[in-house]
């Protein structure tokens, strides 16, 4: 199996393409010359099958992949390779009846690099002598890794968009990168939220404390840290990532790649959720 953004999709065949391009000059004596040198975006072509996984039927998985290609997402492929920074070039599928329920498909991924304006506008404006101040956060008050609150509202596939690529609801997310352009901060949902690109900076607002009260069940150990609970799943044969967020931990709000990204040693390949290590300990989130 492998995982694009939180879909898991079975991939039987997966082709990487990377290389360069140079540009050379013929000469009057000897070999031509080579003046210039750049690489060219990497690729990876799946091909496999979709079926359902857990509870998510196959077709909910692929409308989720087809919209991540309509609204230009950035992705990150976690299979034989694990890439970051791509988007859905193209996505097929077909539905012969040898496959119940599910499909084929093929896809293509790329790496791509988000353009950004290379100046700033630093000039102010004034009404009637008298600065206005803003009552949003500052860009200074929130750091790249803070956990905060999108309040809700537009998301964008770059942080100089014209047009929002989705609208979603209140979301506790993590900061994954600021800048100064029209919408700052580029947030990923830690709570299942579909929040995964930039916003302006009036829809955040940095994460107050709360208070919890602890409950235990037979597979489940809780450890204070602050003001939260932590819950831990002792993994058993069987068990899979997607199963245990979307299933047995479903109230705790995690997503697959929050689960990955926080519990490293517990894969035996470091960011594949497939290779889940039995009798680990998984943080799976902070019970309210």
Known sequence: MALINNYYVHVTEENVTSGIESTTH???????ITDTIRKTPKEISLTGKIVKVGSMPANAIVVGLENLMQNGSLVKYIGRNSVVNMQIQSFNHSHPNTIAGGCDFDMTLRVVRIAQPSYKSTSTKSNN???????????????????????GGNVYVSSTASQ?????????????????????????????????GWVDKANVQTKSSTTTKATTSKSTKQVTSGDNKAVYHTVKKGNTVWGL?????????KSVQWVIDNNPKCFSKKGDPTTLIVGSKLLMGYKN
């Open 245 to 253: 967020v979307n299933n047995n931990y479903k109230s705790l709000g």
């Open 26 to 32: 013929p000469v009057e004596k000897g070999l031509d």
């Open 129 to 151: 002598n008298t600065d206005k101040t803003s009552t949003t956060p500052k860009s200074t008050s929130i750091k790249t890794g803070d956990v905060v609150i999108f309040t």
């Open 164 to 196: 929002p690529a989705a609208n979603r609801g209140k979301s506790t997310c993590k900061v994954t990168i600021i800048n100064t352009n029209k919408h700052p901060y580029h947030l990923i949902s830690n709570d299942g939220g579909k929040v995964y």
